[in-house]
């Protein structure tokens, strides 16, 4: 049973920094692929950043600005945000595939406001 646990969102002001954890159990972690995905009030769930392997890919609009990364002997993964926006506010979801499966994490809310 794969369980994904993230931590480390909250409230930031513009122009700020956050870096999420995804803690992951139960998994084969190292062949999983990992990714963050985030829903706004109102829209759709969207890919934000995924790592397979050591390729990541990003939305267009948070390249350059965001950072996916994973610590396989941690079992985590990363996401670092900086020069955060008010358009990046959201509930951040980690996901983890494997053997072509889905897991999600719970979510962990970011708020970009001053």
């Known amino acids: 049973q794969v369980q994904l646990v993230e931590s480390g969102g909250g409230l930031v002001q513009p122009g700020g920094s956050l870096r999420l954890s995804c803690a992951a159990s139960?998994?084969?972690?190292?062949?999983?692929?990992m990714g963050w995905y985030r829903q706004a009030p109102g829209k759709q769930r969207e890919l934000v950043a995924t790592?397979?392997?050591?390729?990541?890919n990003y939305a267009d609009s948070v390249k350059g600005r965001f950072t996916i990364s994973r610590d396989n002997a941690k079992k985590t993964a990363y996401l670092q945000m900086n020069s955060l926006k008010p358009e990046d506010t959201a509930v951040y979801y980690c996901?983890?595939?494997?053997?072509?499966?889905?897991?999600w994490g719970q979510g962990t809310q970011v708020t970009v406001s001053s």
């Open positions: 996901n983890q595939e494997l053997f072509q499966r889905d897991y």
């Open positions: 139960g998994s084969i972690f190292s062949i999983a692929a």
């Open positions: 790592i397979r392997g050591g390729s990541t």
